[in-house]
């Protein structure tokens, strides 16, 4: 079993920021890719920041240089740091994770619950 928790998330003016994280629990034997999604009510799921074991990185055309994606290995906890937010931006944000439950089993991936954001003009 596997959890990921996810905070930061709340309401903001136009030009503002906000900070999102997520943490993984529960069977963890490593974590391949962590990122985070992101929906409007009637539109489908789409990709804001995805982040490899490694560190490498690729962001929606959205977001470029708007957003910043990181994670903390140790902690088992990626983070979205997002400036000059938009109207635009406003949605609900899903954090993903690809876990490998031990060494002997295959990667599967997990979603949290969503947490709102929404950008105010």
């Known amino acids: 079993q596997v959890q990921l928790v996810e905070s930061g998330g709340g309401l903001v003016q136009a030009g503002g920021s906000l900070r999102l994280s997520c943490a993984a629990s529960g069977s963890i034997f490593s974590i391949n890719v962590m990122g985070w999604y992101r929906q409007d009510p009637g539109k489908q799921r789409d990709v804001v920041a995805l982040?490899?074991?490694?560190?490498?990185?690729q962001y929606g055309d959205s977001v470029k240089g708007r957003f910043t994606i990181s994670r903390d290995n140790a902690k088992k906890t990626v983070f979205l740091q997002m400036n000059s937010l938009k109207a635009e931006d406003t949605a609900v944000y899903s954090c993903?994770?690809?876990?490998?439950?031990?060494?002997?089993?295959?990667?599967?991936?997990?979603w949290g619950q969503g947490t709102q954001v929404t950008v105010s003009s």
């Open positions: 993903y994770a690809d876990v490998r439950s031990n060494r002997l089993g295959q990667y599967n991936v997990y």
């Open positions: 982040i490899t074991s490694g560190g490498s990185t």
